[in-house]
């Protein structure tokens, strides 16, 4: 009977944690990742390409063995792809997720430079507090910015939520 028991529970887990993103991915809120996620899915589109899990490793000095969990959890999501041994790559749903995720980066800190914060402090700044400002408030803040094209860290683009006549 436990053993049933575990199976059930493993089996819901896995369901819980793949439908929190996987069905609704179109309508993403932001806010279904923890911090240390979205600075990794960031760093695997920047990459443009595939990521070995040494290199996220060494990039954010985190134990490889807790890159291999993670990586494990983001998979479960459907957002990115890993194959032992080659490396981790983004599905078309953990890109469209990313360039959320950096185009959320990048207003939210053009408009903390705005109010005297160098780029280099709103950055750090929004890294602190990004996971928790959803996509309909940065799709608000972006039309009462008149859809900007530059923010501080580099080339705004915009999603056919936002902006629909696209970029």
């Known amino acids: 009977m436990v053993c ?3 199976k059930i529970w493993a089996i819901l887990k896995s369901y819980l944690s793949i439908s929190r993103l996987s069905p609704f991915m179109n309508e993403f809120t932001g806010l279904e990742l923890s911090p240390k996620k979205i600075e990794y899915i960031k760093y695997i589109q920047e990459q443009k390409g595939l990521v070995k899990t040494t290199d996220i490793s060494s990039q954010f000095k985190v134990d490889p063995s807790t ?5 494990s959890e ?3 999501t459907g957002l990115i792809q890993h194959m032992p041994y080659r490396g981790i790559s983004l599905t078309e749903q953990g890109r469209i997720y990313a360039e959320f995720l950096i185009r959320r980066h990048r207003i939210i800190s053009l408009v903390l430079t705005h109010y ?3 780029p280099d402090e709103a950055c750090i700044a929004v890294s602190r507090f990004e996971g ?3 996509r309909e408030v940065v ?3 972006c039309t009462s910015l008149g859809h900007p094209t530059m923010g501080v860290c580099g080339k705004i683009q915009h999603d056919k939520c936002c902006c629909p006549a696209g970029d």
């Open 67 to 71: 890159i291999t969990k993670t990586v």
């Open 4 to 6: 049933y028991t575990q």
């Open 74 to 76: 983001l998979s479960a």
């Open 132 to 134: 928790r400002v959803t």
């Open 139 to 141: 799709d608000k803040i």
């Open 116 to 118: 005297g914060l160098s």
